[in-house]
T-cell receptor, first 116, second 113 residues
């Protein structure tokens, strides 16, 4: 089954304690991205990756890091989490443009992070 | 740069009534348009998309949307809603030459009995 898998689904942590949210896709997609969802703001892109070892900032990258060492994995790293990073996070992947009608982005189930 | 505005943050309706969720976009280049639905405690699921061709697009669960280039709109409609349609709906846009999705703020649709 084609899917994007995020872990953990729920996480409560304390300010300053480094954490990683994992994301893995099994569709051989080149493009992957991270979003955060906050009430009234919709989904805002944090970072994205066009391919292995190619990453770039989205709209709200401050306080986050990513890496793309393998095509299937795109972890989100919070080196020193703060309460304003309490949010619902989504990982997504999609095939490259120009590949037939493959325009759909596939989303993980989300990770609800609370930083106290 | 592209942007999306969803004109209603909350839309309450009664069961079996028609509904329209409004979406306007801004872009200097050609775009693809999407509607995603998010049921409680779940991820986002694609409802429908406009790539090219007919401006009226039909999606899953009886939803449809109409692309209006002159008004830069992509409103979502359903002629008769069910309780199970209660969810948050997101309009999104991407440039035809790119992969980056830009989302609107979301519209919470609540269907009451």
């Amino acid at each position: 089954e084609a899917q994007v898998t995020q872990n953990p689904r729920y996480l409560i942590t304390v300010t300053g304690k480094k954490l990683t949210v994992t994301c893995s896709q099994n569709m051989n997609h080149e493009y992957m991205s991270w979003y955060r969802q906050d009430p009234g703001l919709g989904l805002r892109q944090i970072y994205y990756s066009m391919n292995v070892e190619v990453t770039d900032k989205g709209d709200v990258p401050e306080g986050y890091k990513v890496s793309r060492k393998e095509k299937r994995n795109f972890p989100l790293i919070l080196e020193s989490p703060s309460p304003n990073q309490t949010s619902l996070y989504f990982c997504a992947s999609s095939p490259p443009r120009g590949v037939g009608d493959n325009t759909e982005a596939f989303f993980g189930q989300g990770t609800r992070l609370t930083v106290v | 740069a592209q942007s999306v505005t969803q004109l209603d943050s909350q839309v309450p309706v009664f069961e079996e009534a028609p509904v329209e969720l409004r979406c306007n976009y801004s872009s200097s280049v050609s775009v693809y348009l999407f509607w995603y639905v998010q049921y409680p405690n779940q991820g986002l699921q694609l409802l429908l998309k406009y790539l090219s061709g007919s401006t009226l697009v039909k999606g899953i669960n009886g939803f449809e949307a109409e692309f209006n280039k002159s008004q830069t709109s992509f409103h979502l409609r359903k002629p008769s809603v069910h309780i199970s349609d209660t969810a948050e709906y997101f309009c999104a846009v991407t440039e035809t030459s790119g992969s980056r999705l830009t989302f609107g703020e979301g519209t919470q649709l609540t269907v009451n009995p």
